[in-house]
């Protein structure tokens, strides 16, 4: 089986000055789940090369074991700073494709056709999506073949109002996921603020938050098994 995990090239927080980008646990939890599972794992983003690594996910309190064993492994930070470039990336290559999250994405993915169409192909050939905390933002403007909103009357989660408002962002942030996943006609469900929750709807896997990844990509291995 092969996997393609999308990550963000965006490294700007908002008119901040700070910096901002994927967040590692997102990444480190997902990519040991699926290769743990004998999945093979190619990375991309928009610009391809180097993905910006959020600082902040990077700090003491938020590493993990998976995140210091991701840096700690040399094969894993090689394709981290090679990543493909999305607009050379097929579906038809992979099985599954997995986004994690960080605020990089609300800025690039969430816009990029590339992005879009990758996603309406996936689930066009019966693949599996999961997309955690806020990378469900990223399918704000992907359709069904009817043209009407993916998430239009499909159960979905993301990272929400609360938990951008616990980290101050409210107002830099382009959008906020709960309200976009909400105005695009999802049914929006969530558990604690930072707890593990992740809700799947056929082929779509949304998880809420960092601590729903490594649950988010075990449902995606689960949902391919059946058809690998």
């Not at 994927?22 to 990519?31: D, G």
């Not at 009357?153 to 980290?167: D, I, L, P, Q």
Request: aromatic content about 8%.
């Amino acid at each position: 089986m092969k996997a393609l995990i999308v990550l963000t090239s965006h490294d700007q927080l908002g008119d901040t000055g700070r910096k901002t980008g994927f967040w590692i646990e997102e990444l480190a939890a997902p990519y040991y789940s699926l290769q743990e599972a004998g999945v093979a794992i190619t990375l991309a983003s928009p610009k391809g090369g180097r993905a910006p690594l959020d600082p902040k996910s990077n700090e003491p309190g938020f590493q993990t074991d998976a995140t210091r064993r991701f840096e700690a492994d040399a094969g894993a930070m090689a394709a981290l700073a090679n990543t493909a470039k999305l607009s050379d990336v097929s579906a038809a290559a992979f099985d599954m494709v997995f986004y994690p999250g960080g605020h990089g994405p609300l800025w690039d993915l969430a816009e990029d056709r590339h992005s879009i169409a990758l996603i309406e192909s996936f689930l066009g050939a019966g693949k599996p999506v999961a997309l955690v905390c806020h990378a469900p933002g990223v399918l704000r403007h992907v359709q069904t073949p009817e043209g009407r909103p993916l998430v239009e009357g499909r159960k979905v989660t993301g990272f929400t109002n609360s938990e951008e408002a616990a980290v101050g962002l409210t107002e830099v942030v382009p959008f906020l996921v709960e309200d976009e996943l909400v105005a695009k006609g999802g049914r929006f469900s969530r558990g604690p603020d930072w707890g593990s929750y992740v809700v799947q709807d056929g082929l779509l896997i949304t998880g809420q938050n960092p601590g729903s990844s490594q649950a988010a990509a075990l449902a995606l291995l689960a949902s391919i098994r059946p058809a690998a």
